[in-house]
C-alpha cells in the first residue's frame, strides 16, 4: 500500500506520516529528508548551487538512507548519520536551492520508488502528481501560512535548530511556498484525486482520525 502524503511547509505532513506508517506497520519516507541530505553534501562538497550539473552528479553520487522506526528515523549520508546536521538553518535554505534543480529531483524520484516497493507512507511535495501518480490513497495537507509558520518557529526553537524570529519564520515559509508552486519541474499541486485537509484550526490527533477514516474506506473497498 501506498500513502502518498503533500502539501507545503509546516501542514504536518512530518508527524502526520510518522503517525500514520506506525498505525499501518509501513514503512516512512519523508522526501525533503533526501533533498536535505543532497543539500548537506553540496555544502561539505563546497559546490556552487548555480552548478546545475555538478549538483545534479553528487545527488546521483551519494547513498541516502533511513534506519529506525518512524519515530526515531536517523538519516544516513553515505553511511554517517546526519539527522540533527540536515535540519539546521544552512542546509534549510541550501535544501529550498537544490531541490528546485531537475536532475536531482529525477535522482531523488528514482530513489524514493525504489525504497517504497514494499509498501510505505511517503511525504513531500510531488509525491501525488510524480513519484507516485497511482498511489493508493493520495493527501494533500495544507493550512493557514500563519498557522504554519507558528508550527515551524515553536518547533525551531526546541530543537534550537534556526534563530529566527516568527516573523522571519512566516516570511521564509511563504517565500518558500512561492517557489515550491512555481518551480519548472515537480511544482507543488494538488492532485486531481488527492483528498485535501486543511488543518487550521485542528490538532494532530483530529486531522490522524480523519486520515484513518478515509484509508479505512479505501481498505474496505
Given at each position: 500500500?501506498?500513502?502518498a ?10 508527524t ?81 536551492v ?72 512566516l516570511?521564509?515559509m ?28 485542528k ?19
Amino acid at each position: 500500500m501506498i500513502i502518498a502524503i503533500d502539501g507545503p511547509s509546516g501542514s504536518g505532513k512530518s508527524t502526520l506520516g510518522r503517525m500514520l506508517a506506525r498505525a499501518l506497520k509501513l514503512l516512512y519516507i519523508d522526501t525533503g529528508s533526501m533533498y536535505r541530505a543532497v543539500a548537506l553534501a553540496t555544502i561539505d562538497a563546497e559546490i556552487d548551487p548555480r552548478d546545475k550539473v555538478a549538483v545534479t552528479a553528487l545527488a546521483n553520487e551519494i547513498e541516502i538512507d533511513f534506519k529506525g522506526d518512524p519515530d526515531s528515523l536517523s538519516v544516513l549520508l553515505n553511511g554517517r548519520e546526519v539527522t540533527d546536521q540536515i535540519r539546521t538553518e544552512k542546509v534549510t535554505e541550501m535544501s529550498s536551492v537544490v531541490s528546485t534543480i531537475p536532475g536531482v529531483r529525477h535522482a531523488m524520484v528514482e530513489r524514493q520508488r525504489a525504497i517504497s516497493k514494499r509498501g510505505a507512507v511517503l511525504n513531500g511535495r510531488d509525491i501525488g502528481t510524480v513519484v507516485f501518480p497511482k498511489a493508493d490513497v493520495k493527501f494533500f495537507l495544507t493550512a493557514a501560512p500563519e498557522e504554519r509558520a507558528e508550527r515551524r518557529y515553536k518547533e525551531d526553537q526546541i530543537t534550537a535548530a534556526s534563530s529566527a524570529t516568527f516573523a522571519e519564520t512566516l516570511a521564509d515559509m511563504i517565500e518558500r511556498d512561492r517557489r515550491d508552486s512555481t518551480r519548472a519541474d515537480s511544482p507543488l499541486k494538488v492532485a486531481d484525486d488527492a483528498i485535501v485537509i486543511d488543518s487550521t484550526g485542528k490538532s494532530i490527533d483530529e486531522v490522524f482520525e480523519e486520515m484513518m477514516q478515509k484509508i479505512n474506506v479505501y481498505r474496505n473497498h
